[in-house]
């Protein structure tokens, strides 16, 4: 890197042009976007179906079809919100979507739910989706592609520039603790009781280009790192970077990736929403200097986040080491819901305000629900045809309304 850094320097000192490698499309700022990815469940044992590429042919109108993707193997669908922002409009959108695919969905007699993993799926029996990208990443990535058949949502938000890009990927991270844990919905996977809240934040972690970005604060210095990696083969572009927060410079926007998919869209929404209010107050207030030993607690407490949501324990840096200290990620995250008051600006962000208080305050999680769903119950399979019942239908659950 720092080879290519000088020769663009001395091109800049020539008073030459130095062309932009990786452009960052501005955008405007505050702006949110959901992406979610969404099982597949047949109606006879509600193990993963392999009807993505059908279902995708039943959406109506066909309009929607550019807003649901096809995703890695065939029992997964991306749902694909529009650019909003305000929290209400994107439920509404979302309701929406979610009409379009319980249509199609009847076509086929398969069910849709939302949860980080599935609970009995076997990695092995999973097909690829036919697609020239996703036969390149299973031969690349082997087994691994197949056990990507997790799933997750990310959270846009957008950005002016790259610089301000940088700086909220960073700052982003110190709320990564809350995001796993408001979100975790995967305590079960490949047919156990995992004791993690989140089972599917694991998975990612075994991507090698997966983690955080390196701490670099200037779009002009990433350029020259991307530059870099492009150049030896090790990415082809931003999408080969699995971090758990990224730019996203075609986009404009910064790209939080560390969710489970809640059980509801609503649930969705509200965290979409949290990531708008956080990037309002970061990017105004600046609160935080980002340096080399920025991630010196990161992998403590997102572990802690996994493992135990709201319940874990969250590191923090005092400004020296005695005065450091740790708080249940619970009451962080009061903390600051109740700090972010300042910057709703109206009912519908003061209502996800309450919904996520309450929460926090219950310390209840979609893992909770699924749990309990399956001691009732005793059956896997059960759990997960109560879990596409609540995705699918109008109401979100009691514990959050």
């Known amino acids: ?54 279902l ?47 249509r199609g969905a009847q076509y086929l007699n398969i069910d849709v739910s939302g949860g980080g993993a599935h609970p009995f799926q076997h990695w092995n029996e999973q097909r690829i989706t036919p697609s020239e990208r ?17 799933f997750g ?3 846009h938000i957008g950005v002016p520039n790259g610089d301000d890009a940088l700086y909220l990927t960073h700052a982003f991270s110190r709320f990564v603790p809350h995001f796993i844990a408001l979100s975790a919905a995967s305590p079960f996977y490949q047919g156990a009781d995992t004791r993690f809240e989140s089972s599917r934040s694991n998975v990612v972690r075994a991507f090698p280009l ?11 210095d990433f350029e020259s790192y991307y530059d870099e990696l492009l150049r030896m083969g090790i990415v082809a572009s931003m999408k080969d970077f699995y971090w758990d927060i990224r730019p996203k410079p075609e986009y404009g926007t910064v790209e939080i990736r560390v969710c489970d998919t809640p059980l509801t869209i ?10 708008q209010l956080l990037a309002r107050w970061i990017l105004t207030e600046r609160p935080f200097v980002i340096t080399n030993d920025f991630y010196l607690l990161y992998q403590y407490n997102r572990f802690e986040a996994s493992r135990y949501g709201l319940n874990g324990s969250m590191a923090l840096h005092g400004n020296t ?56 119950r005793g059956s896997l399979n059960d759990m997960m045809r109560l879990s596409s ?11 959050f309304q």
């Open 210 to 220: 997966s983690g955080t970005a390196p701490t670099l604060t200037r779009w002009s």
């Open 266 to 275: 609503e649930h969705a929404a509200h965290l979409g929403c949290y990531a």
């Open 56 to 102: 995708l042919t039943w959406i109506e109108p066909r309009d929607l079809q550019k807003q649901i993707k096809l995703e890695m193997t065939q029992g997964m669908i991306e749902l694909n919100s529009d650019v909003h922002t305000r929290v209400d409009h994107l439920i509404e959108e979302l309701k929406g979507l979610r009409a379009a695919l319980n």
């Open 134 to 150: 996703f036969y390149h990443l299973h031969e690349k990535y082997g087994y691994l592609a197949k056990t990507f058949t997790v």
């Open 1 to 54: 890197m720092s080879e290519n850094t000088q020769d663009n320097s001395a091109q800049a000192g020539a008073g030459a042009a130095t062309p932009e490698i990786l452009p960052f499309t501005s955008s405007t700022p505050f702006t949110m976007g959901i992406e979610l990815e969404l099982q597949l469940v047949n109606r006879r044992n509600y193990n993963l179906a392999s009807d993505a590429v059908d």
């Open 321 to 376: 080491p005695a005065t450091s200290s740790k708080l249940p990620i619970y009451q962080h995250l009061l903390d600051h819901l109740q700090d972010l008051q300042r910057y709703t600006q109206n009912e519908a962000e003061q209502l996800t305000i309450k919904r996520l208080r309450h929460l926090a305050e219950d310390r209840l999680s979609d893992a909770a629900w699924l749990r309990q769903t399956f001691t009732e």
């Open 389 to 399: 019942e609540l995705w699918m239908g109008q109401e979100p659950p009691p514990y």
């Open 153 to 155: 949502q990310h959270i």
